[in-house]
């Protein structure tokens, strides 16, 4: 009977169609807790995509801690989920993308209780400069132009599909100028200025994020919390206008990062409640400048430059950041090793 035989085929392409057109519910979101301390850790590209990453988001709720930065776009430019980004398709951004599901990869978090933190890599973008050197800063292979229309709506765009995605926070991180290798870079700035441009561009975002009810963060230096002239002019990076535009400072503090004498100390890697310096200068520039974001600094959770590195050394940071009236804390180790701060978390909810 082949009128049967069509409208069976016919009906049944119809149901494919539309399970196709219907996209997945969306992941929803956990939001920050009533006191909007987040304590988390950093989980890197090699890490997200691993079998064994759900056990890691399991040593992470076990600790008492209750967020996970990952990235979205990372450090070499790659996207680490499938994107339909048309100029993600065109360079192949998201050929490394080790996430198959970016809202599943969420949902598992949140499954643990953990807010997803989604980290972007704004600027510092090798594999887009490298495929689109017009839209890289003139002179340079591993930076794109924060100035370019494009270059922002390339990354508001990279927003806006996390965003779809349930996160709980986009952080914004490389949100600024290079700093080093400028022997030929060309900023070609016209008579705006650095500070402009980056401000202008956070602002864009915070668009976006405000729409969807998302708090938005950003990493800075540690010494820009100083507001040294030198320092915000050569990466546009001005607290007192950034910090209104944001809900959340991450302030780079390592120890191992403060210059030889800091303070006096002859090391400053050997002395964790450097941590506190940097968490509370950024806290009084955004109170004077008015702004409500929290501030949750970056603690260091690696042993260069940081005699004694122990869980009990991370213990101390962060016992300093809440001292210096830090909202929560985020540990960084490059490698994704973490053994110290998941003992010093644990003692520290206790």
């Known amino acids: 009977m082949p009128g049967v035989r069509a409208a069976i085929v016919f009906a049944a392409l119809c149901l494919t169609s539309s399970a196709i057109a219907e996209p997945p519910p969306p992941e929803p979101r956990l939001g920050w ?7 988390g850790v950093y989980a890197h590209i090699g890490m997200i995509g691993q079998p064994w990453f759900p056990h890691f988001l399991d040593r ?31 360079t192949h951004a998201a050929s490394h993308a080790v996430v198959r599901s970016l809202p599943g990869l969420v949902h598992a978090a949140h499954e643990r209780g953990i807010r997803f933190l989604m980290r972007l890599a704004c600027f510092h973008d090798p594999w887009m400069a490298q495929r689109r050197p017009d839209l890289a800063i003139r002179g340079m292979a591993d930076w794109i132009d924060p100035k370019s229309v494009a270059v922002q709506d390339y990354v508001l765009a990279i927003v806006d599909e996390t965003l779809a995605a349930g996160v709980d926070e986009i952080q914004l991180d490389y949100v600024r100028y290079p700093t080093e290798g400028l022997a030929n870079a060309r900023f070609e700035l016209g008579s705006a200025k650095t500070t402009d441009v980056i401000a202008n561009f956070v602002k864009r975002v915070h668009e976006h994020t405000r729409d969807a009810d998302v708090p938005l963060s950003i990493d800075l230096f540690g010494v820009i919390a100083w507001q040294r002239a030198v320092d915000v002019r050569a990466t546009g990076q001005d607290l007192a206008r950034l910090g209104p535009l944001v809900e959340a400072i991450s302030p780079m503090v390592y120890p191992s990062h403060f210059h030889e004498g800091f303070n006096g100390y002859a090391e400053p890697g050997a002395h964790p409640e450097v941590v506190a310096f940097g968490t509370k200068q950024a806290e009084d520039v955004l109170r004077r400048a008015g702004s409500h974001a929290v501030v949750r600094p970056w603690i260091q959770a690696f042993p260069w430059h940081a005699p004694g590195y122990s869980s009990t050394y991370v213990s101390q940071e962060i016992a300093q950041a809440r001292a210096a009236r830090g909202v929560g804390w985020l540990a960084w180790n490059a490698g994704g090793y973490y053994d110290e701060v998941f003992a010093a978390a644990g003692r520290a909810r206790h």
């Open 33 to 39: 807790p009533e006191n909007s301390r987040l304590d």
């Open 60 to 90: 992470i709720a076990a600790a008492g801690m209750n967020a996970v930065v990952v990235d979205g776009k990372d450090y070499s430019g790659w996207l680490t989920y499938p994107s339909a980004i048309p100029l993600a398709g065109e």
